[in-house]
């Protein structure tokens, strides 16, 4: 475990039921390409699976995204995830609304976020994580803070900590390693 592991974070990462994240910055490295044939995104393959691992231990997963774009909702459609909110509304009235249909609290909520749109979620959430890039009232917020960038892995890294702490990675590797 990385040395920022300790005895409380330990306890967070232990009760996470739902997964919910931003997705520029956190499953992307923030870059959008644009042009005639429309716009395209990096996504880390590593994070896909990440999430498809949670998907698979009975940990659901949403993204919140404040700039609805149609690479994000082809990429959730092909990881299936739970859900997928792309709006320009509140972060904070969207998780509730997923909150609400899920019954889970505030608490058993991971929320990864880097810029000043999470800040509502990441204060509200039971493990309020970060990247390295976010802002510096994110990182004051953040129970932990990721080694790896977005997009490249810091999902992912959470991802397993999660299901360390909740004694499941090791039956997946050796589901997989059969």
Do not use: H
């Amino acid at each position: 475990m990385p040395p920022q592991i300790t005895k409380t974070l330990l306890t967070k990462l232990a009760r996470v039921r739902l997964f919910l994240c931003d997705v520029d910055g956190i499953l992307t490295d923030t870059s959008v390409w644009m042009g005639n044939e429309g716009e395209t995104k990096r996504f880390c393959v590593r994070d896909g699976l990440g999430l498809r691992l949670l998907r698979q231990t009975g940990i659901k997963v949403g993204w919140i995204s404040g700039r609805p774009s149609p690479a994000t909702e082809q990429r959730a459609r092909e990881l299936e995830v739970d859900f997928l909110c792309q709006s320009r509304d509140n972060k904070v009235t969207l998780a509730k609304a997923i909150l609400d249909q899920t019954g889970l609290s505030w608490q058993d909520i991971c929320y990864m976020g880097d810029d000043i749109v999470d800040l509502g979620l990441l204060r509200r959430a039971g493990l309020a994580v970060v990247v390295p890039s976010a802002i510096e009232e994110a990182k004051a917020t953040a129970d932990y803070i990721t080694r790896k960038p977005g997009g490249q892995g810091a999902v992912r890294e959470v991802v397993e900590l999660i299901l360390k702490a909740q004694n499941k990675w090791e039956t997946l590797v050796r589901d997989y390693s059969a």
